[in-house]
């Protein structure tokens, strides 16, 4: 539990004087360059506290003048900050609104351009997708976790269809990610932060471009295929990220 409560202690350090520097960034340009070096920055900062020892495979897919719709494996709330951390894009989430009434964070998650969804409110939830292609227009990669909620099993959840149907409407490819090791730090039902290593693993991006909504079941399957065999598959030497 001492692990736990000195990451609790550094995530409300760190937190409150960069969300500040975001929300000041933000009010002079909502997608000022400066803001996502501090974004990663704090996601590193939560890695360390936590003792993650994080690593990255496939990094060498991404193109980075190039905006995706990453989709991946949920199980831990530091499956964020692990994103963040790993992967070389500006990076925007959906997120569950009632993290944006959280005072500093939530204001400095608004300012910065992430994405409040209340999947229980229809309504909300359209305008949550519309602002979503916002972002993406904006310059921003967004993920999505398809399971719409952190795994308690090792095995995935089902997968729905919201992330896919964004993904042909911004007609930007899918990015596959698998995310090991997070279930063991810190899973669904416990308080107990584990130091231990994670993997960020990159799949094949998947063209969008000219499809239409008929074909999102076929990219969802062949999305969470990908993220099935990266599971699996034994990890290889890997560079830090």
């Known amino acids: ?6 990451v609790a202690l550094v995530a409300v350090v760190a937190t409150i004087p960069l969300a500040t520097l975001v929300m000041v960034i933000a009010m002079i340009k909502s997608n000022a360059k400066m803001i996502d070096p501090i974004i990663r920055f704090w996601a590193r900062i939560l890695l360390r506290a936590a003792g993650i020892r994080l690593r990255a495979e496939g990094i060498e897919k991404i193109d980075r003048a190039q905006r995706y719709i990453l989709v991946g494996n949920h199980h831990s709330y530091f499956d964020i ?4 951390a790993a992967i070389p894009q500006p990076i925007r989430f959906m997120a569950k609104v009632s993290l944006f009434k959280i005072p500093i964070f939530g204001w400095g998650m608004s300012r910065a351009g992430f994405i ?5 409110n ?8 519309d602002l979503a292609v916002e972002r993406i227009r904006k310059g921003n990669t967004v993920v999505v976790f398809p399971e719409e909620g952190r795994s308690r099993e090792r095995a995935m959840r089902p997968f729905q269809r919201g992330g896919f149907l964004l993904a042909l409407r911004s007609e930007l490819p899918i990015l596959p990610i698998a995310i090991l090791g997070t279930y063991e730090v810190f899973r669904v ?7 231990g290593p994670v993997t960020i693993k990159v799949g094949e991006p998947i063209a969008t471009a000219g ?15 990908q993220i099935e065999g990266m599971l699996s598959a034994s990890p290889r030497e890997s ?3």
């Open 239 to 241: 560079a830090p990220a």
């Open 1 to 6: 539990m001492l692990r736990t409560i000195w």
């Open 116 to 120: 409040p969804i209340d999947r229980k």
């Open 189 to 195: 039902g416990t308080w107990r932060i584990t130091p």
């Open 122 to 129: 229809r309504r909300t939830a359209v305008k949550s997708f």
């Open 81 to 84: 900050p692990c994103i963040l």
């Open 211 to 225: 499809l239409t909504v008929r074909d999102k079941d076929r990219l969802l399957t062949e999305s969470r295929g």
